[in-house]
């Protein structure tokens, strides 16, 4: 999807439906805006319920004041403009209130961006601006007073964030991954860990991966496997995103045809919006022509060549399991039998194996090892189906909240070895 293609008022309802359907605003917080190429300033209606909003609703306040629409524009209006004015280069600002960030705003704390490292390079440094009064210019010039230092993610005392970027969608990127690594850093001191962070230079390293050079063919022949198989990942996919397992521009998935080959996501396309002639065809070395596989291809390949038994390859980053990646606890499967089954032994690798050594990551996934975290980066979940993978991505997010959920209940009572044993025997489960 051309997003540039799209009428600003389109794109804020677009955006806004996204978040607030995704819990990170309520009916009446948060406010957007996009100022176009003709020094007009588009915003979300003041007072109108977010869950319902429609292109009509949306206010165009002309470069002279002159407002048109059905609506008094966003009371927020002041600190946009002066958003507006401060920064020539930003186009688009997104304020809303996620309760993760949130939090963050009632502690007075910034949170960390060295965890993981799409947060570094996609929101950058964070600031915090100083408490002020809703639709106020003093508000508004403490936030334009951060983003006149060059910060593009501000944290409001007290109230929420304020993203500016150079499209709503850049602004969306910042905010989601924001919130994400929020939930994250929250989960893990609910575990009562402290979080590791990532080096500037493993972070600076993780940025500058390239993609992998590939020679292309071109697929003529599209097989009823083959449109079975793009179908059904994309229907996953939109399930693992609107359930917030990944998010827009990370998360990976694949699935292996009969005849070897695998089709998987391309790098960097909005997750949301896939089609099924988006995902790229793998033959061997050689990738669709025109297309970029994901930068975990390599791993695939490798996991598929070295494991019979995988046929579906899921990368993540569900919250409450990245929880346990970013900290020192292990995750233990062994809390209910449906996750010891679908689980069983979860290794932690470091930081970079999935990309630096591909052979050794690909050749931890045996029948008794279906999942793996890599520390500070993403979970890696494989299964003999798409359905087979996304039960245990969904299994393993559901015990990692249980598990963070149980500090402030008791501890944690795992089931015994004599136990194990049964279930093992019971499922005809590998050891």
Known sequence: MNLDMLHPADQLVMFMERIYGYGMTTT?????????????????PGS?????LTRKDMVCIKPDGTIIGNH??????????????TRPDIKAVLHAHPPALVAFSIVRKLPHTSMIPNVRFQCGE??????????????????SEEFDKGFNTVILENHGVVIGAKSMFDAF????????????E???HNMGCEPNSLTAEQIDWYKSRQHIVMDEFVSNNITSEEKEVRRDMINFIRRAYNQQLFTSTQGTFSQKLSDGSFIITPSGADRKYLEPEDLVKINGNYKEMGKFP??????????????????SIIIAHPPCMMAFAVTDREL??????ESYILMRNIPKLEFGANYLHPEETAAVFKQNTPIALIKNDCAIITGASLLNAFDRLEVAEYSSKAIIATRDLGELVAINDAEIDDIIEAFALSR
Not at 79 to 85: A, E, L, R
Not at 173 to 184: G, H, N, Q, V
Not at 332 to 337: A, F, L, Q, V, Y
């Open 28 to 44: 009446s917080g948060g406010n957007l805006s996009i100022l176009d190429d003709n020094g007009d300033i588009w915003i979300t």
């Open 48 to 52: 109108i319920d977010k869950g319902s």
């Open 72 to 85: 008094k524009p966003s009371s927020e209006y002041p600190f946009h403009q002066h958003v507006y004015k």
């Open 126 to 143: 964070i600031a915090m601006a100083k408490y002020g009064l809703p639709g106020s210019d003093d508000l508004a010039a403490k936030i």
């Open 173 to 184: 990127k910042s905010f989601e991954t924001l919130d994400f690594s929020a939930r994250i």
């Open 186 to 188: 929250i989960d893990a």
């Open 294 to 311: 994901s930068k975990s291809v390599k791993l695939h390949s490798e996991i598929y060549k070295q494991q019979p038994h995988v046929n």
């Open 332 to 337: 233990d499967s062994r809390t209910i039998p």
